[in-house]
Nanobody, 125 residues
Framework: QLQASGGGLAQAGGSLRLSCAAS????????MGWFRQIPGKEREFVAA????????SYAGSVKGRFAISRDNAQNTVYLQMNNLKPEDTAVYYC????????????????????WGQGTLVTVSS
């Protein structure tokens, strides 16, 4: 299972850091990522990172403000969120898969096998 933490309230322009650790039955993980969802809207891709070469992908809306990283030894992925905007307000979900995804597949939630429970990020203006 994946356990996410680090959400909370931040002011616009502020920062938050999310963490997500894999444990239990999950033995092998390759790509890990973050998605977010606003009530009434579809879940959207935020960022992803590959295990081996640590290649990263970002949604255009967060590029230059968010940074994804991982600790392979701990099977943990992080999302450093800087210069937060009110439109970043959402429930953030971490995701993982034992497969190495091609770049074009990394932004699709259907390619991930494991999901965390979600952590709420609220950005006030």
């Amino acid at each position: 299972q994946l356990q996410a933490s680090g959400g909370g309230l931040a002011q616009a322009g502020g920062s938050l850091r999310l963490s997500c650790a894999a444990s239990g039955r999950i033995i092998s993980i390759d790509d890990m990522g973050w998605f977010r969802q606003i009530p009434g809207k579809e879940r959207e891709f935020v960022a992803a990172i590959r295990r081996g070469d640590r290649a990263t992908s970002y949604a255009g809306s967060v590029k230059g403000r968010f940074a994804i990283s991982r600790d392979n030894a701990q099977n943990t992925v992080y999302l450093q969120m800087n210069n937060l905007k009110p439109e970043d307000t959402a429930v953030y979900y971490c995701a993982a898969t034992p497969r190495s995804l091609i770049t074009s597949s990394r932004s699709s939630s259907t390619h991930y096998d494991y999901w965390g429970q979600g952590t709420l990020v609220t950005v006030s203006s």
